[in-house]
């Protein structure tokens, strides 16, 4: 054989394995966003983390979800609350499927699943995704939690142009990004000095938390509503907090986002300055049992944003009726108003 074909068989065999190693990068564990071996009809979807539901709702996709923790979801031995039993009924028929980043692939492979959304942060995904990709179940990666409100349209958009409902997520999209307009044109006339200080609370395992996953997104919402902030931290972990932190941040103004509020009992609480005026604020929610619906949560937090901005600026933002925009929301989302249970209006 000649040295030329020699050459010849090399450069192709390594055409041939670049391609090949291509095309299953495509198709492996990569911690990306995107569809691995779409495309999908999304008609049986398995959910294997909570925080990804609520893009569900924004699709219309809701009644479709087969497989979900529901322990983790709040839907073990309970009576559906009105915003399941309106919207999504059939999350009562659902099946567990197991704990976060812990999910039974025997489960979720013997209900046919035409969709599994799992995150794209857990790296314990990657056996699953194996085991899945070897049946050829299409699974969806997201990232759908703790980041920042850009991250979270992204988000929108990428399950849009999966499941086939762009024309859905891109008018969440625009309703969003009007209500973060209408904000930000007027936080801009407000004089940093006129803008008060914002503390956000919130609980990790009955522990009061001021920084970290949980926190984040909230912050995002806050600064865009034009509060003066303590460091936000960048630490995917929650960071734990003590009364020092609050007085010495000595904010106008506390945002309560917490799921248990023991620290309420601490003797140290009644003395900050929000407490005594009155200014300690829960963040508002649709319906108590369905997580979903608070205002905090990426999904509502176009709701949240327009509240936070009453609050922080009141009169820069005293003509917002948030009743109204509460009932354009979900005329958008579900065809039809929502009573409101939380604290809002």
């Not at 035409?114 to 997201?142: G, R």
């Not at 407000?190 to 503390?199: D, G, T, W």
């Not at 937090?301 to 820069?316: M, R, T, V």
Request: aromatic share 8%; glycine share 6%; with cysteine.
């Amino acid at each position: 054989m000649t040295t030329i074909k020699k050459q010849l068989i090399c450069i192709t065999l390594i055409c041939v394995f670049m391609y090949t190693a291509s095309v299953f990068a495509s198709n492996a564990f990569d911690g990306r966003e995107g569809l691995i071996n779409g495309p999908t009809k999304a008609e049986r979807i398995v959910v294997t983390f909570p925080m990804s539901v609520g893009l569900l709702y924004i699709c219309n996709l809701a009644n479709n979800i087969v497989g979900i923790q529901t322990r983790t979801m709040y839907l073990h031995n309970q009576e559906f609350g009105e915003f399941y039993r309106a919207i999504s009924p059939k999350l009562a028929e659902t099946t567990d499927i197991g704990s976060i980043g812990a999910s039974n692939v025997e489960t979720v492979l013997h209900l046919k699943p035409d969709l599994v959304m799992t995150q794209t942060y857990d790296t314990t995904v990657s056996a699953m995704i194996n085991v899945l990709s070897k049946n050829k179940v299409p699974v969806l990666m997201l990232q759908a939690s703790n980041g920042s409100i850009k991250d979270w349209l992204k988000t929108v958009a990428i399950i849009g142009e999966a499941t086939g409902r762009k024309n859905r997520t891109d008018a969440y999209i625009k309703h969003y990004e009007d209500c973060i307009n209408l904000v930000e044109s007027r936080v801009k006339m407000i004089p940093e000095s006129a803008r008060p200080k914002v503390a956000l609370v919130n609980t990790n395992r009955g522990n009061m938390i001021l920084r970290g996953a949980r926190t984040r997104f909230l912050y995002d919402l806050m600064e865009k509503a034009g509060a003066k902030l303590m460091e936000r931290g960048e630490d995917p972990a929650d960071s734990g907090a003590c009364a020092e932190i609050l007085f010495s941040f000595d904010p106008d103004i506390i945002i309560d986002d917490s799921r248990s509020n023991e620290f309420y009992n601490a003797s140290w609480w009644k003395l900050l300055k929000p407490v005594k005026e009155n200014k300690v604020y829960l963040t508002p929610q649709d319906d108590p049992q369905a997580w979903v619906t608070n205002w905090s949560q990426p999904t509502y937090s176009a709701l949240g944003l327009l509240w936070l901005a009453k609050i922080i600026h009141p009169e820069s933002f005293k003509d917002i009726d948030l009743k109204k925009e509460h009932d354009r929301f979900c005329e958008l989302m579900y065809g039809r108003t929502l009573s409101h249970h939380g604290t809002a209006f």
